[in-house]
């Protein structure tokens, strides 16, 4: 993210203090993260600590420091989907990705997470994978699910070299 | 002067003291621990905790952030107080069981057992003192909390070493369960929690080593003075 893209941020909310939870939504949302050097950037032209600022970013789950994957895979672990069995589903895509919930993938693909209530009970044991939703999940399933964002990749990348 | 009675004694507080200000002045012992007179009120502790009866109603408060009113009756060691501030020191005792002043209060607040899972590992109360002098008094903001809940912290940006923290020690000093430290080693001052090591400069006349370059240098900014105005240390000065 270039100086000039926060540069437009900030300008959309203005120069005070008050700006910076939108501002710090805004560069969520492009970079899926928020990079040390945006913050430090922010935090000299608003003229906030950054003790602030880190304090702010680590409050909030909407924003993270760590880079996050292309594909967020989110568990529902409510009340309904764990009697259903979400614990199990949560246990085969940590197998199949190989991380913990909060973790992504090293090829920055695959970013999980838990969630406690989806609120499509009905449909429990919900995931969700980039705001859409796949019902009634089992284990046996989750290779299935992922492999379509799997071979999406795939695709992009060979979109890209046609 | 505004009048007002703690634990039937008319005593009389000035506009825009709080309860506590009051009391310690007037010699009431209410134990606190995230209160300084440098420093906002934060309330943070809890253990302040006190009965306030305002036009015949009372209610639970903490002192510290009570401002005193005309014609309130504070109750500072009514049955209902005590039984919740020994609540409170059980949970500070559960989060920092190693310190001695934290075990002595508890003692003397009659806890003798801790009901909840300890936490040895963990050392700080988070009563966020240490923050507040740094941001009010200093104005260096080298550290702050960050995280939320259970997971709450007390640490310098990123969890690395604290950018902007000048290692002047008053976290040190203002800290009630002595968990930030500080070593001087040579011509080097750590403050080892914050993990911020910085260079001393030396007096001209002693030769002694009497503040870090990076502390002075931020007075001199603030304060406009002369390049030279540090080489000499506060006790040749004279």
């Known amino acids: 993210m270039t100086q000039s893209e926060i540069e437009a941020i900030i300008e959309r909310y203005g120069r005070k203090e008050s700006s910076i939870l939108s501002i710090l939504q805004d560069i969520q949302t492009r970079e899926k993260y928020l990079p040390r050097e945006a913050l430090e950037y922010v935090g000299e032209k608003l003229q906030i600590p950054l003790n602030k600022i880190y304090r702010i970013a680590t409050f909030y789950r909407a924003l993270s420091l760590m880079p996050r994957g292309r594909h967020e895979v989110c568990v529902c672990m409510g009340t309904a989907c764990h009697v259903r069995g979400a614990q199990r589903v949560l246990d085969q895509l940590k197998l199949e990705l190989g991380i913990a919930p909060g973790e992504t993938t090293k090829d920055l693909n695959f970013t999980l997470e838990t969630v406690n209530c989806l609120g499509v009970c009905a449909a429990?044991?919900?995931?969700?994978?980039?705001?859409?939703?796949?019902?009634?999940?089992?284990?046996?399933?989750?290779e299935g699910t992922l492999k379509q964002f799997r071979s999406d990749k795939k695709k992009e990348a060979a979109d890209g070299k046609a | 002067m505004i009048p007002i009675t703690i634990d039937g004694q008319p005593v009389e507080g000035k506009e825009g003291e709080n309860i506590l200000q009051v009391a310690l002045d007037a010699g009431f012992d209410i134990p606190h621990l995230c209160y300084?007179?440098?420093?906002?009120?934060?309330?943070?502790c809890r253990l302040c905790l006190v009965e306030v009866v305002r036009r015949g109603r009372s209610r639970m408060t903490t002192a510290c952030t009570y401002p005193v009113m005309e014609g309130i009756e504070v109750l500072t060691q009514s049955e209902k107080v005590l039984r919740a501030r020994r609540m409170i020191m059980e949970l500070i005792l559960a989060m920092c069981p190693g310190d001695k002043l934290i075990q002595d209060m508890a003692k003397q607040m009659g806890v003798e057992q801790v009901r909840f899972k300890k936490d040895d590992n963990k050392d700080c109360i988070l009563c966020g003192l240490c923050a507040r002098v740094c941001d009010e008094v200093v104005g260096a903001h080298a550290i702050s909390f960050a995280f939320r809940g259970d997971r709450r912290e007390m640490v310098p940006p990123f969890l690395g070493e604290a950018m902007n923290c000048i290692a002047c020690g008053a976290c040190v000093v203002v800290c009630p369960v002595d968990v930030i430290r500080m070593k001087e080693e040579g011509d080097e001052r750590t403050i080892i929690r914050w993990k911020r090591t910085l260079k001393m400069k030396q007096c001209k006349v002693c030769g002694n080593y009497f503040a870090p370059w990076f502390q002075l240098e931020k007075f001199k900014e603030r304060a406009k003075l002369p390049k030279d105005f540090f080489d000499v240390c506060f006790t040749c000065r004279g």
């Open chain 1, 124 to 142: 429990g044991p919900v995931v969700a994978i980039d705001g859409q939703y796949f019902g009634k999940m089992n284990p046996t399933k989750v």
């Open chain 2, 36 to 44: 300084n007179e440098n420093v906002k009120p934060y309330g943070a």
